[in-house]
């Protein structure tokens, strides 16, 4: 079975960071682009940034450039995003999912909530 | 960035009947050098990730009911229900996958008449 679970979301101060992982079972991560997408409370979906299989390639939306970084370790069957300098208005839930286009496989999320 | 707008914002349709949401690209998202739209649909449930409904336009994902099905090309796309069960109350995301970012509608909510 296919599963993607993430995890570190939290409550945080604006200007602090965050590392959400994301791992995965039930098919060769290697082989596989990943991407992170947001959702916040009551509204639509945003793609927020992908990585190829190997990590060599990455992208972002404007809105996080500079400031997230996205990684994986294939070893450990892990998509990472690293959140810096955050906003209040990166509240989200944060969730993983797999593909590079279409997104076949989805996490549950993880909930980032930036406020003082 | 390529925009994307779905119409309507909400929709209430009884039940065996026929759904539609569309779903309007700024510029076209047909990629010529292999006719394919980069289109996809999603189905999200309340407090539950998306779903991968279709993808290519018109290609269901793998354990879609053939109820759901993906239809247009260029900048204009449906995705239609042909009879409504009270399990697709749900709201219904379109995103292209042309041009990075991969921008997403703004969500089509549908419900139960």
């Known amino acids: 079975e296919v599963q993607l679970v993430e995890s570190g979301g939290g409550l945080v101060q604006p200007g602090g960071s965050l590392r959400l992982s994301c791992v995965v079972s039930?098919?060769?991560?290697?082989?596989?682009?990943m991407t992170w997408v947001r959702q916040a409370p009551g509204k639509g979906l945003e793609w927020v940034a992908n990585?190829?299989?190997?990590?060599?390639?990455?992208d972002y939306v404007d809105s996080v450039k500079g400031r997230f970084t996205i990684s994986r370790d294939n070893a450990k069957k892990s998509l990472y995003l690293q959140m810096n300098s955050l906003r209040a208005e990166d509240t989200a839930v944060y969730y993983c999912?797999?593909?590079?286009?279409?997104?076949?496989?989805w996490g549950q999320g993880t909930l980032v909530t930036v406020s003082s | 960035d390529i925009v994307i707008t779905q119409s309507p914002d909400s929709l209430a349709v009884s039940l065996g009947e026929r759904a539609t949401i569309n779903c309007k690209s700024s510029?076209?998202?047909?990629?010529?050098?292999?006719?394919?739209?980069?289109l996809a649909w999603y189905q999200q449930k309340p407090g539950q990730p998306p779903k991968l409904l279709i993808y290519?336009?018109?290609t269901r994902g793998s354990g879609v009911p053939d109820r759901f099905s993906g239809s247009g090309s260029g900048t204009d796309f449906t995705l239609t229900i042909s009879s409504l069960q009270a399990e697709d109350v749900a709201v219904y995301y379109c995103?292209?996958?042309?041009?990075?970012?991969?921008?997403f509608g703004q969500g089509t909510k549908l419900e139960i008449k």
């Open positions: 510029q076209s998202i047909l990629y010529s050098s292999d006719t394919r739209n980069y």
């Open positions: 995103q292209q996958y042309y041009s990075s970012p991969y921008t």
């Open positions: 039930g098919f060769p991560f290697s082989d596989y682009w």
């Open positions: 990585i190829k299989q190997d990590g060599s390639e990455r």
């Open positions: 290519w336009a018109s």
């Open positions: 999912a797999r593909g590079l286009w279409s997104l076949d496989c």
